[in-house]
């Protein structure tokens, strides 16, 4: 079991989030992320891990789910 870090940075400072698998690392990202306002998102974020395929999952879905959740919350749309 390897150790994932999630930095998330906000216009209120950085947010380090830490994590044991994946699913605990994206499910904490993403309550995170879901609780920001829209004109805060897509917020930067880095994703470490020792696996490099499991820092890219976590990456592309977190950009992924910050894409949507601006599609989805935009006023702007009718």
Do not use: H, K
Not at 50 to 72: F, H, I, K, M, W
Request: proline share 6%; glycine share 6%.
């Amino acid at each position: 079991m390897s150790t994932i870090a999630i930095l998330i940075g906000t216009q209120a400072g950085a947010r380090l989030l830490a994590a044991a698998s994946a699913r605990e690392a994206a499910l904490s990202a993403e309550a995170f992320l879901l609780r920001l306002p829209v004109r805060a998102l897509p917020a930067p974020l880095w994703v470490q891990c020792a696996d490099p395929a499991v820092s890219g999952r976590l990456t592309g879905y977190l950009n992924g789910l910050q894409a949507e959740q601006v599609r989805e919350r935009d006023p702007s749309r009718v």
